[in-house]
């Protein structure tokens, strides 16, 4: 009968602790951030009882569940940053608060990579956009285009039949803004243009070097590294001023 006794007390303790709601409420988020365009986000809720919602900003709509609170919020069409607070209740004097935040703005725009390379052939590369932005403006240099959609930026670039070529590509939204490079292979040589040959370094480009010897003494010589010979005494020919290209090795691709 003792026995008995002690298990209905202790039942009944525990009807009227359920009852009486929660004793201790925690939250593993005391904080919950929205982008402007809005969203949905879940927090685990520990109790040792019932408990309900309290207060909560007219702009959030939230469901329980059995230990989760889920918090939603709807774009930002205010133009100013907000922030309340969901209190959840137990017992009277229990309670625990969930501080939410939604911007008015894009917060930033990250790529996940800075660069695309492409061969002269052309193509289509795409590159993971993290951004809460939800107008990106993007801007792409002469020779490549982009486009932006769900996340992802298109980067496209026709066949190339002449030099190589690089230029940025700007991502910007509210006072956000990002860059990421575009470059393409070319047909032809990027240092010499195709020709094959490039300025010569030892002379200038003009086909004879001239040597001092004192204030008032010097002698021209032809540059012999493109081709010159022999001195103003008569003999002097001159280099072409040219010599070949050391990055196509005289090709011209």
């Known amino acids: 009968m003792k026995y008995l006794l002690f ?5 009944l ?29 879940n927090v685990s809720v520990t109790a ?17 569940q059995e230990g989760v609170i889920i918090i939603k919020a709807e774009r930002n069409e205010t133009g100013a940053a907000r922030e309340g607070n969901i209190v959840l209740q137990g017992k009277s004097n229990v309670e625990a608060t969930i501080t939410v935040k939604q911007f008015s703005k894009c917060t930033h725009i990250t790529p996940a990579s ?26 792409a ?30 991502l910007t939204c509210d006072n956000q803004s990002a860059t990421i490079y575009a470059s393409q292979k070319g047909s032809i040589c990027p240092t010499c243009r195709g020709t094959g040959k490039v300025k010569c370094k030892s002379c200038g480009g003009k086909g004879y070097v001239t040597h001092a010897y004192s204030d008032d003494w010097e002698d021209d010589y032809g540059c012999s590294d493109c081709g010159g010979s022999g001195k103003d005494d008569g003999s002097l020919k001159l280099g072409s001023g040219r010599v070949k ?5 005289g090709t011209g691709h």
């Open 245 to 249: 290209c050391p990055d196509c090795g």
């Open 114 to 139: 800075d660069e695309v390379e492409f061969e002269k052939e052309g193509g289509t590369e795409t590159i993971n956009i993290d951004t809460d932005g939800s107008n990106i403006n993007v801007e």
């Open 48 to 64: 040792d009882g019932s408990w309900n919602v309290k207060d909560c900003p007219d702009w959030v709509k939230t469901e329980t």
């Open 141 to 170: 240099p002469d020779g490549f285009s982009a486009t932006f959609a769900d996340g992802v930026l298109s980067v496209t670039a026709p066949t190339n039949e002449e030099g190589a070529k690089r230029g940025e590509i700007k």
């Open 13 to 41: 303790l525990l009807i009227l602790t359920a009852c009486g709601g929660a004793s201790s409420i925690s939250v593993d988020k005391n904080s919950v951030s929205f982008a402007i365009d809005g969203g949905e986000e």
């Open 7 to 11: 298990s209905l007390s202790t039942l």
